[in-house]
């Protein structure tokens, strides 16, 4: 089975990066939202970045951000790549001269693979629950079954996950990463050493 890479989304400071790091996350996620409980400031996510080792992906994670909000956080902060988790159409995701990728939520009844295929410029395509008014962060499960077996891009698969249920996740899956934010946290913001840990062991071995 090929591996499953992780990456530990809502990253606020560097200690929790340094775990992450530590522990073999691939890639670190840094929310650019402020209505999020886990959003950084620009100060803040430079500190981060700054602090990590190398071969360590830095995404930037946003909601319906403006052009010119966008513009303004990438002239400040080296981000690897970026995620868009809102309702961005293909066009607003292009032109940033970063690798991106789309969040799309799941529910029963929408085509996903459709959805999928208008983002042609994108990397990568996450699937992540649907609650209705929130774009993500939700800690809830959608149903596994509805991820079409032909979706055009590789698959992050969010939403939910947690040491618990992330080795089930990957064999039935069978992702190109996991996604995990509030799944490995103590509390809003702030992660769980062990939970991030185990998080990545189970992943590693889950293959």
Same mark, same amino acid.
């Given at each position: 089975m090929p591996i499953v890479r992780s990456k530990i989304c809502g990253i606020t400071c560097i200690e929790d990066a340094l775990v992450a790091a530590e522990a073999g996350a691939d890639a670190i996620g840094l929310v650019f939202y402020a209505k999020s409980p886990r959003a950084v400031g620009i100060e /803040? #996510? $430079?500190a981060i970045i700054a602090a990590l080792p190398p071969f360590v992906t830095t995404v930037g994670l946003f909601v319906n951000a403006s052009r010119c909000e966008l513009n303004e956080i990438l002239d400040a902060v080296p981000l690897d790549m970026l995620q868009f988790h809102g309702d961005e159409t293909p066009a607003d995701c292009e032109g940033f001269h970063r690798p991106w990728y789309k969040a799309l939520?799941? /529910?029963p009844g929408e085509d996903i693979r459709a959805q999928a295929v208008r983002y042609a410029g994108a990397s990568a395509i996450l699937l992540d629950t649907f609650v209705a008014g929130v774009p993500g962060g939700t800690g809830e499960v959608f149903d596994w079954s509805l991820i079409p077996a032909d979706l055009p891009k590789p &698959?992050? &698969? #969010?939403?939910g996950l947690s040491p618990q249920n992330v080795q089930q996740a990957v064999a039935g899956v069978r992702p190109f990463a996991v996604d995990v934010s509030g799944g490995v946290e103590s509390s809003k913001g702030i992660k769980d050493v062990e939970k991030v $840990?185990?998080?990545? $062991? &189970?992943?590693r071995t889950a293959m």
């Amino acid at each position: 089975m090929p591996i499953v890479r992780s990456k530990i989304c809502g990253i606020t400071c560097i200690e929790d990066a340094l775990v992450a790091a530590e522990a073999g996350a691939d890639a670190i996620g840094l929310v650019f939202y402020a209505k999020s409980p886990r959003a950084v400031g620009i100060e /803040q #996510a $430079r500190a981060i970045i700054a602090a990590l080792p190398p071969f360590v992906t830095t995404v930037g994670l946003f909601v319906n951000a403006s052009r010119c909000e966008l513009n303004e956080i990438l002239d400040a902060v080296p981000l690897d790549m970026l995620q868009f988790h809102g309702d961005e159409t293909p066009a607003d995701c292009e032109g940033f001269h970063r690798p991106w990728y789309k969040a799309l939520r799941v /529910q029963p009844g929408e085509d996903i693979r459709a959805q999928a295929v208008r983002y042609a410029g994108a990397s990568a395509i996450l699937l992540d629950t649907f609650v209705a008014g929130v774009p993500g962060g939700t800690g809830e499960v959608f149903d596994w079954s509805l991820i079409p077996a032909d979706l055009p891009k590789p &698959l992050i &698969l #969010a939403g939910g996950l947690s040491p618990q249920n992330v080795q089930q996740a990957v064999a039935g899956v069978r992702p190109f990463a996991v996604d995990v934010s509030g799944g490995v946290e103590s509390s809003k913001g702030i992660k769980d050493v062990e939970k991030v $840990r185990e998080f990545i $062991r &189970l992943v590693r071995t889950a293959m």
